[in-house]
Structures are given as structure tokens and as C-alpha cells.
């Protein structure tokens, strides 16, 4: 099956602070890459859709400013938190699709982030 | 908007015994695509099993099954012989054409020995 590689699986940073997380496609061509937000014990909500070499699509209520998110190539997504507040602790999944015909997703090993 | 529903929010099923997780959703659209993905301690999200709207027959992966019912918008999950390995939390997921996978609030399955 594909494999999609997140970076880092966890990190801690300080309040005030950016930190970047990476969504690799190994094995394919990730036309759409998408970021998710899991808070504890509740299900993954979409916070945007990020496609090659266009601006992403953030959900509402998303503050595109605040998770920016950019897909450079067809095998590298990253999302970056600026300036990170406590409230942005969070686990965070990226998964990644091939070209249309393919009906599943493919999900990276997510990221726990703590803002302190 | 796509929505789905999962009405269990915990089950618990004996070692060996069968368990059924229950989905609906709502949509307008008539071919679309359906999953469970499970999550387990580590939070990997792992496909189960997935289900094209348009097949009439209920897809099977070896212990799991569905019972996909298209004009009722339901979509239950048959977990067979349960395992000690098969505790995990359940999502039920909807995805139409090339879009984003819509997912349930998810269902926390105990397994006890």
C-alpha cells in the first residue's frame, strides 16, 4: 500500500514560537494532500485541503494566517502553526490521495503538538 | 452538506464474539464511497474496509464485514471472532468524487478476554 510519512510524530515548542510539520508521499503522487485536527477523544475535523501548486482551502472557522499550509510538490505538503499558543495543542494527520480512480486515503502517523 | 453519524459512542464485545459498530450518513449524491478506518493507541488511522456506492454487494475483509444499506444511508461494521487486537477506536468515513474524507464522531471498541 502507499505510504505517507509525517514529521515530526511530536514536538514541543514554546508559546510565541512557529513550528512546521511535513506530509511526504513516498511511493506516489499525491495530487491532494489534506491537514486534519484531532482534539482528545473526538474524531478528526478537516481543517483544509491543500493541492499542488495552488493555494489551499481552508476550512471555516480555519485561520489560514495562523496554519499555513503549502504544497509544493506532488510529494511534499507542510503545515506550518505561527505563533503557537497553548490552545494549538493538538494532534494533527495529514493524508494524502493519488489521482482521481483512487477512492482511499492515505494517512501519515499524525503529529502531537504541545505549546508551552 | 455530507454528514455522518455514529450513535455508539463505546461497545465492548466479548473475545471471540461478534460486534456490529453502526454508521449513517447524508447525502445527495448517488455514487460515493464509504469506509471504516481504525485508530488504535498509537492513533495511525488504518483502513478496515471500504465500500463503493454504486456495488450492491456488502464488501468483506476476512473478520469484517458491512451491511451497506443505500436508501436507509446506513453502513454498519460486522467485526467477527474479535480480537484482543481489534480494540481501537472506529471511524466511519464518507468521501465523494476527489474530495475530503467526512468522518463520524467515532466508536470506542473494548475488547475483553
Redesign the interface.
Known amino acids: 500500500g502507499a505510504v505517507v510519512s509525517q514529521h515530526p510524530s511530536w514536538v514541543i515548542c514554546k508559546s510565541g514560537t512557529s513550528v512546521k510539520i511535513e506530509c511526504r508521499s513516498l511511493d506516489f503522487q499525491a495530487t491532494t494532500m489534506f491537514w486534519y485536527r484531532q482534539f482528545p477523544k473526538q474524531s478528526l475535523m478537516l481543517m483544509a485541503t491543500s493541492n499542488e501548486g495552488s493555494k489551499a482551502t481552508y476550512e471555516q472557522g480555519v485561520e489560514k494566517d495562523k496554519f499555513l499550509i503549502n504544497h509544493a510538490s506532488l510529494t511534499l505538503s507542510t503545515l506550518t502553526v505561527t505563533s503557537a499558543h497553548p490552545e494549538d495543542s493538538s494532534f494533527y494527520i495529514c493524508s494524502a490521495t493519488r489521482d482521481r480512480g483512487y477512492t482511499e486515503a492515505f494517512f501519515g502517523q499524525g503529529t502531537r503538538l504541545t505549546v508551552v | 452538506a455530507q454528514t455522518v453519524t455514529q450513535s455508539q459512542p463505546e461497545m465492548s464485545v466479548q473475545e471471540a464474539e461478534t460486534v456490529t459498530l453502526s454508521c449513517t450518513y447524508d447525502t445527495s449524491e448517488s455514487d460515493y464511497?464509504l469506509?471504516w478506518?481504525k485508530q488504535p493507541p498509537?492513533?495511525?488511522?488504518i483502513?478496515v474496509i471500504?465500500q463503493?456506492a454504486y456495488k450492491q454487494q456488502n464488501a468483506t475483509e476476512n473478520r469484517f464485514s458491512v451491511n451497506f444499506q443505500k436508501a436507509a444511508k446506513s453502513f454498519s461494521l460486522k467485526i467477527s471472532d474479535s480480537q484482543l487486537g481489534d480494540a481501537a477506536m472506529y471511524?466511519c468515513a464518507y468521501?465523494f468524487n476527489?474530495?475530503?474524507?467526512?468522518?463520524?464522531?467515532?466508536t470506542?471498541l473494548t475488547v475483553k478476554p
Do not use: P, T
Request: glycine fraction near 10%.
Open positions: 464511497y469506509f478506518y498509537s492513533r495511525q488511522m483502513l471500504r463503493e471511524f468521501r476527489n474530495n475530503d474524507m467526512r468522518f463520524g464522531a467515532g470506542r
